[in-house]
Structure formats: structure tokens, C-alpha cells
């Protein structure tokens, strides 16, 4: 892992797009703004990892096989559409 | 190759892999969902399937084509929360295309477990699916109230694929 210090108001720039500035500091917190194009998602990482987990554990829980019913007929491709929001209620 | 029309064919044929899942899955090129970012937990994974089974029509199964190991079980959001219309963060659309509501749809992650009656969806952490690229992105709600664990009774579901079947 790369170690940098700044100082208040100083700034890194990670690849050409990024940019990280310490908007200000208070004992133990520090604030950090985050300059990065409008695709680039920024979150912060222990949001991240927990996505990360339940990703894992969605896979895991799936590849044990037991907790579903056998798999009987073969998969077909699922019908993925858009919602419909003024499509009327059964 | 006397064809004066290009070897579009080529590109349909349908793809035989075989799923610790599921078996034998046949595909074809124009039904894999591009990832271009893979999802987290899994980034070098970017192609992947749709599947259903008609025993379980509510579950969509994302099977990773570039790992046949790697199936993740999801439903339809919207099918399970009726007033679920998360506002999806900046960088979904400028990295998806979208748009407008008709360019995309939601899948969300499932968990599991075999003992408990009841399952968990992530619907802080929808996957958004381009349905006209047929690109997705699983996107990051950070700020709402949704939760990566919503408790889903198992019975919801049985009870929504009984009244689709109708």
C-alpha cells in the first residue's frame, strides 16, 4: 500500500481522473473530498466489503444445493423487462 | 464464402456448457449479460446468464459463464416490494446508458440459508441491467435506508410465483 502525508487542503491524484483532497482534519476524523468522473463509483469501503460478502455468501449458499430443491427440468433464460409502472394490478 | 450476407449466423450458434448447477446449459452469444465490471466479490467475472428453472419461477439465477462454479441466486425487486423504486446513484446511468425507467430493470441478490423459513435480499445493492446492451452493473444505494440483509419470509416468494402462474 502506498503511504503519502498531506496536509490540509493538499491533494492526491490517483490515474488521470481521480483526485482525493483533505478538506480538513479534527483530532481523529478526516474529511476527505473526492473528485472523480460521474462513471466512477466512490463508496466507502466497509459498504463495499459487506456487498462483497453477501455477494460471496449468495454464491456459496447456492453451490451447497441444499438449501433449494433438487433441480429437476433444465434452466431457461429468465424474461428480464423493465418495469411498468402503469401496468394495472391483477 | 459465396453468402453475400455477413456470417452473422456464426455468432448464434448455441454454446454447450455443462453447470455443477444446473447440468447442461445451451446458450447462444445475444443471451449473455455483459458485466463489464464484474460485481464485487467477483470483478474478473463479467459474462454471465440469466437462468429460471420452471420449479422456481421467482428465482433468476446469475450463472457466471466465465466460472461455471459461481451461480448467484436473485429475484425481481419490484415482484417482492411493490413501493420499491430505489433513485439509482449518477454513476449507474452514465456507466449503463439509461436513460429512462424502459431502459433497464433490477435484479437483487438473494441469500439463502437452508435451515432457516426465511431468506434475505439485498436491495441496497441492486444489479441494473441495460435491457436494450444487455450491460449490467450491480450499483451501491450508500445513502438510502435499504438494507443488504431485507428479510424476504420464503413463503412471499412461493406465494408470487403461485400468482404469476396464473
Redesign the interface.
Known sequence: MLVLSRKMNQSIMIGDNVRIVVVSVDRDQVKLGIEA?????V??SE??E??????????S?????????P?????????????K?DTPR? | MMSAEPDASATDLPIEVES??????S?TQS?IIRFPWG????TSLRNW????????PS???L?SLDDL?????TANP?HLFEDYDPKL???AA??LDIHS???????S??????AAAEMTI?L??PIV?N?HTWRAR???L?NSAYS??TPVPRKAVQEEAA?SA?
Open positions: 468522473p460521474r462513471e466512477v463509483p463508496h466507502r459498504i463495499y459487506e456487498i462483497q460478502r453477501a455477494n460471496r455468501t449468495a454464491a449458499s447456492a453451490s451447497s444445493g441444499s438449501s433449494t430443491p433441480v429437476a427440468g433444465g434452466p431457461t433464460r429468465a424474461k428480464l423487462e423493465p418495469r409502472k391483477p | 455443477p448447477r444446473f447440468g447442461a446449459i446458450y443471451e460485481l464485487p466479490g467477483f446468464l440469466a437462468l429460471t428453472l420452471e420449479s422456481q428465482y433468476i439465477w450463472q462454479k459461481v451461480a448467484i441466486p419490484y446513484p449518477s454513476y452514465a456507466a425507467p424502459s431502459d433497464f430493470t433490477l435484479l441478490v438473494l441469500v439463502v440459508t437452508a439485498n441496497m445493492a441491467i435491457v450491480q450499483v451501491l450508500e443488504v440483509r400468482s396464473i
